[in-house]
C-alpha cells in the first residue's frame, strides 16, 4: 500500500531515523552503567574502543529485534 502510494520511502527513512535515534540513547545509557567513560579513553584506548564497540552490537540487536523485526 505505501509503495503504490508513493509514500513507502518516507515511511522507510523515519523508521531509519527511529532505529538510530533509540540506538545512540542505549549507547549512551549502556556506556553509563558501565562506567565507559572519557577518563577511560584517554587512560586505556584499546579497552575503551573494544566496550564502545561491544555496546554499540548490543545497542543495535536490541534496537533491530524490537523495532525492526517485531
Known amino acids: 500500500?505505501?509503495?503504490t502510494e508513493?509514500?513507502?520511502n518516507e515511511h522507510l527513512h523515519n523508521i531509519d531515523e527511529q532505529a538510530h535515534e533509540q540506538i545512540d540513547l542505549h549507547i549512551a545509557q549502556m556506556a553509563?552503567?558501565?562506567g565507559v567513560s572519557e577518563e577511560l579513553k584517554a587512560s586505556d584506548p584499546m579497552r575503551?574502543?573494544?566496550m564502545?564497540?561491544?555496546i554499540k552490537q548490543s545497542a543495535e540487536e536490541?534496537?533491530?529485534t524490537s523495532l525492526i523485526y517485531a
Do not use: A, D, Y
Open 32 to 34: 553509563k552503567q558501565m
Open 1 to 3: 500500500t505505501l509503495m
Open 62 to 64: 536490541e534496537v533491530l
Open 48 to 50: 575503551w574502543v573494544q
Open 6 to 8: 508513493n509514500r513507502l
Open 52 to 54: 564502545m564497540n561491544s
